[in-house]
């Protein structure tokens, strides 16, 4: 159900797509896949937003990353910067990906 909702959505060429939690249910080959199709569709014009607590994904996908806390941002920047801010990632909840 999960691919073939974000089909349908890329189907429709938006110039912007906002995706929550894409690839929650999948395993991590699909997910994978998934992610590379829609860096292809970035990389032809298309924004791409992703919501995810995933920060796996965030590592591997993403180019700028927003944090909200308590209903506010507390981060706005590279995933470079927010991995190495541990006060962000105390406020947040998050932990950084295993290497």
Known sequence: KRLLSV???V??????????EPTVGLD???????MDKLVA?????TTII????D???INLF????????DG???????TDDLFENATVLKQAHLLPPSL
């Open 55 to 57: 920060m796996r994904l």
């Open 41 to 45: 569709l970035n990389q032809t014009g």
């Open 50 to 53: 992703f919501i995810t607590h």
């Open 11 to 20: 189907i429709a060429q938006p110039d912007l797509l906002i995706l929550d």
């Open 28 to 34: 991590r080959v699909a997910a994978h896949d998934l």
């Open 62 to 69: 993403a180019q700028q990353v927003i944090v909200m806390a």
């Open 72 to 78: 506010r941002i507390v981060f706005n920047g590279g």
């Open 7 to 9: 089909a349908t959505a």
